[in-house]
């Protein structure tokens, strides 16, 4: 039962490669994911001229970078249309107003909210109003940040992400615990963003309950930008997706550990039984050190070896043979 929905963030990774945003959605569909996000940046309407680049990446002003980066309506329109051709579902994340309403011309299924637009209580608001699914990103904010953003997406159908935005993400700050307390808190399905360099948290985040999974895609570590050296190349994404699956079919198959049917043969096989050590003439009295065990499983169980002892002998067990309740007078 593979009910983890599995996200390949593309983000920029394209670097305003119309052919490479679409090859990065035959990408994630070869590898196995369910969706191929993008981010729609239009970089007038989210951005000023002068605003600060993070740190992990200065090559470019923000402005310049969103500016190069982006693509038209019209493009993002054909983008949709490939995925749909394809059969990989088309997401991406607006840091505008204007990007909701491109988006909602193209016809998204779902929204995902980035962490720097938390707080950004309209926007949410916006997409509050248009009914879709939508999934919350926590990476930078705290809890009261938090409670208002699912308090203003209320009577929605939202899915809260535990995140981290440090890139990469040390194993120290991915923050499982959060995971644990999102759950009980919103009472609500969650998710996991990985930043991190492997697959081991996003592992452990299914485990805990992570019913969504989003993580970086790029074709190559050596490729420009912000996000492509720090993304998952294609067969760490192919193996996470593995492991998520099976997982998944862990977490959704409990064991019955009284149901046996599976191993009565190796029962047989390999457990011991009760096995007389010497020859045991009539009338003697069974004590321990007369018993052995060996396999077969199929005479008494080594488990009932106290209900022997003490058993006086009523018919001759050859050394080497297996004890049956017969020898010692039981029918």
């Known amino acids: 039962m593979n009910d983890v929905l599995i996200i390949a963030e593309v983000g920029s990774v ?7 945003a679409l090859k990065l959605a035959d990408l994630a569909k070869e590898l196995g994911a369910d969706v191929v996000k993008y981010q729609t940046h239009i970089a007038e309407a989210e951005t000023l001229s002068d605003a600060p680049s993070p740190n992990y990446f200065s090559a470019e002003s923000r402005f310049d970078y969103f500016n190069r980066t982006g693509f038209t309506l019209s493009q993002w329109q054909q983008i949709k249309h490939h995925c749909d051709d394809i059969g990989v579902e088309f997401a991406s994340s607006p840091f505008s107003e204007l990007a909701v309403d491109w988006l ?14 938390v707080t950004n209580l309209p926007l949410l608001n916006k997409l509050k109003m248009l009914g879709k699914p939508i999934l919350l990103s926590s990476g930078m904010s705290n809890w009261t940040e938090l409670d208002a953003a699912v308090n203003e997406l209320s009577e929605t159908n939202l899915t809260v992400f535990q995140c981290t935005s440090m890139y990469p993400c040390p ?27 492997t697959n081991y948290a996003v592992f452990a985040a299914v485990s805990k309950g992570a019913r969504c999974i989003e993580k970086h895609l790029t074709f190559s570590n050596a490729m420009y930008g912000s996000d ?5 190349e294609p067969e760490d994404f192919r193996d996470m997706v593995k492991g998520v699956r099976e997982i998944s079919d862990m977490m959704s198959s409990p064991v019955d550990k009284d149901n046996l049917e599976d191993f009565i043969d190796m029962k047989l096989i390999f457990q011991k039984s009760i096995v007389a050590g010497k020859t045991l003439k009539v009338g003697e009295t069974v004590t321990q050190d007369m018993l052995c065990y060996k396999k077969p499983g199929s005479g008494i169980s080594a488990a009932d070896f106290r209900k022997i002892i003490g058993r006086t002998i009523v018919r001759e067990v050859p050394e080497g043979q297996l004890f049956s309740e017969a020898d010692i007078g039981i029918e």
């Open 228 to 232: 492509a050296p720090l993304a998952s």
């Open 171 to 197: 194993a120290k700050r991915v923050g499982l615990n959060v995971l644990d307390e999102m759950l009980d808190r919103y009472q609500c399905p969650i998710g996991f963003s990985d930043h991190t360099r």
């Open 104 to 117: 909602e011309e193209i016809g998204v299924d779902r929204y995902k909210i980035p962490s720097g637009e």
């Open 14 to 20: 394209h670097d305003g490669s119309f052919g490479n």
